[in-house]
């Protein structure tokens, strides 16, 4: 299923796109399997994305936009000469479980807790 964009949508995310790079190219082997897998890391990770096709007619890149679309439940946002920008929500990702601090610096500022919040002794 493709993915539809309102208007503003679509403008905002063709001028967030304006100075991005190519990060895939798709070639003469055309949109083979690992290309398209490639395409999906990449919208993992920068959700927009523009794609350099080489040496094909703009039917057939038209064609390449739509597929990789369907594919990878993208939207299209811009095909202008030979570059395809597509984007794709990032899915939500599950919180990280919290890394624990060295069991050293834990130790000494707790501590340095200790020590202020107690007494002193004369």
């Not at 994305?49 to 597929?67: N, P, T």
């Not at 990878?72 to 984007?87: E, F, M, R, T, Y």
């Not at 990032?90 to 807790?113: I, L, Q, S």
């Amino acid at each position: 299923m493709i993915v539809q964009l309102t208007s503003t949508q679509r403008r905002a995310l063709r001028a967030a796109a304006h100075s991005l790079n190519p990060v895939v190219a798709i070639a003469q082997a055309g949109l083979s399997p690992s290309v398209l897998a490639e395409i999906d890391r990449s919208l993992s990770a920068h959700e927009l994305i523009k794609i350099r096709v080489y040496g094909e007619e703009r039917a057939m890149r038209e064609g390449l936009l739509h597929e990789v679309c369907e594919a990878l439940d993208a939207a299209p946002v811009q095909h202008i000469g030979n570059i395809l920008v597509i984007w794709r929500e990032k899915p939500e990702a599950a919180p990280a479980p919290a890394k624990p601090a060295p069991a050293g610096k834990r130790v000494r500022k707790a501590e340095k807790v200790e020590r202020k919040a107690a007494p002193r002794r004369k």
